[in-house]
């Protein structure tokens, strides 16, 4: 078992019930009780990648209480796990990312239970954007309401060209209520943001990446691909570099100018006495490629 499995295990032994199994040379295959979210964890050159699947073919991949308690617990055991680099958070669902809430399961629950659904919806997409690794969203098809908010609070976002991506909640007569007012305005600019939750505008993928909602957008059926690549170089760097770098920036632009630099001379300062720094640097003369342990 490795290291990852032993920390989600020991985190959610009273959640969840593991079986493991070898799928190929290449991945180690973690299936949890939580039937509509998956873990996959690369392996060889790629250990280090970690992949979480939305697998809810019935309901589009819509978010009810379920996939969202394994999210939660998901995302948790990830931060837990020193030997994780980067995360892709991706679907097994053809050509649909994340429809957004069960609105069926919503239908059912009283003013006070949506309250509690909502704010724990919130709460884990702020755990997501918080984890310490680089975070990859692969969207192929739609993501829209919740899923676009939890896309959202990702740190880069590739998608096919044949994406679909929008907040409609006013057009139920709410608003979004996971992040979405707050990233998608810090992401694309208040102006965008306004029109497309005002109107509920859905967009495409080319227009998504014009307007900075994307990173990528790529041939449909090849964000993954993408994704991969893209984390594959981002595995190859130091992997404290990235969890400072990745707070820098988060933080830094929470604050004014003065304070943001002295956070990063702390985050700087952090690596400077690391093993990692040093391996760097050996590996540079030596003309080779680093070997980072995250020491």
Do not use: W
């Not at 308690?69 to 053809?94: C, H, K, T, Y």
């Not at 979405?180 to 810090?186: F, K, Y």
């Amino acid at each position: 078992m490795g290291v990852f499995a032993i920390s989600l295990y020991h985190h959610c032994r009273r959640n969840f019930s593991f079986n493991y199994h070898y799928q190929s040379c290449r991945t180690l295959i973690l299936q949890s009780a939580f039937e509509s979210v998956r873990v996959q964890r690369l392996s060889h050159d790629d250990s280090g990648i970690v992949e979480v699947h939305l697998d809810r073919p019935e309901a589009k991949n819509a978010i009810g209480k379920e996939m969202l308690g394994g999210l939660q617990n998901i995302f948790e055991a990830i931060n837990r796990d020193a030997s994780a680099n980067v995360v892709m958070l991706s679907s097994s669902v053809p050509r649909v990312f994340c429809a957004g809430a069960d609105l069926k399961e919503r239908k059912t629950m009283n003013p006070s239970e949506t309250r509690f659904f909502v704010n724990s919806l919130r709460s884990t997409f702020s755990l997501l954007e918080a984890l310490h690794v680089p975070t990859i969203a692969v969207i192929e098809g739609a993501a829209l309401g919740g899923g676009l908010e939890m896309a959202l609070s990702c740190d880069l976002r590739i998608c096919g060209e044949d994406a679909v991506l929008g907040l409609p909640e006013t057009g139920l007569a709410i608003i979004p209520g996971a992040g979405g007012t707050q990233r998608l305005s810090r992401l694309v600019g208040k102006s965008i943001a306004k029109e497309l939750i005002f109107t509920g505008r859905k967009v495409g993928g080319r227009d998504a990446m014009s307007v900075g909602l994307v990173n990528y957008c790529v041939p449909a059926g090849e964000a993954h691909l993408k994704a991969l690549e893209i984390a594959q170089h981002i595995n190859q760097k130091g992997p404290l570099a990235l969890q400072m770098a990745k707070r820098a920036i988060n933080e830094g632009l929470e604050l004014d100018m003065e304070s943001a630099l002295a956070l990063e001379e702390e985050c700087y300062e952090q690596l400077l006495n690391t093993k990692d720094r040093l391996e760097g640097l050996a590996a540079f003369s030596e003309k080779r490629k680093p070997r980072y342990n995250g020491e």
